[in-house]
């Protein structure tokens, strides 16, 4: 019924930049928070930034600063515009979004399937 694909993952030296997208489709009425996590290996997964419908943006504090994250309603979008990256930026990033879905009468969690970005030189 939904689905999450992310894009925009890569190679990128250290100092570099990438912007991630995740785009939202299906039978969507509604999307309240977005998110991206990441998850590097041998390590949990964590909450990298998250924004609400209204434009509120939460950081984790190691990428205060370097990453931006925004969205665009009106295109069920996310994305994380990712500067001065460093190696242990490297993970697999991860799209989240609590959604309400057309017939099911309450939100919930989404994930898409993740894309990579190795930091390396």
């Known amino acids: 019924q939904v689905q999450l694909v992310e894009s925009g993952g890569g190679l990128v030296q250290p100092g570099g930049s990438l912007r991630l997208s995740c785009a939202a489709s299906?039978?969507?009425?509604?999307?309240?928070?977005m998110g991206w996590y990441r998850q590097a290996p041998g390590k949990e997964r964590e909450l990298v930034a998250s924004?609400?419908?209204?434009?509120?943006?939460n950081y984790v504090d190691s990428v205060k600063g370097r990453f931006t994250i925004s969205r665009d309603n009106a295109e069920n979008t996310v994305y994380l515009q990712m500067n001065s990256l460093k190696p242990e930026d490297t993970a697999v990033y991860f799209c989240?979004?609590?959604?309400?879905?057309?017939?099911?009468?309450?939100?919930?969690?989404?994930w898409g399937k993740g894309t990579l970005v190795t930091v390396s030189s």
């Open positions: 989240n979004a609590d959604i309400f879905v057309i017939g099911l009468y309450s939100y919930r969690p989404y």
């Open positions: 299906g039978s969507i009425l509604n999307i309240n928070v």
């Open positions: 924004i609400r419908r209204s434009g509120s943006a």
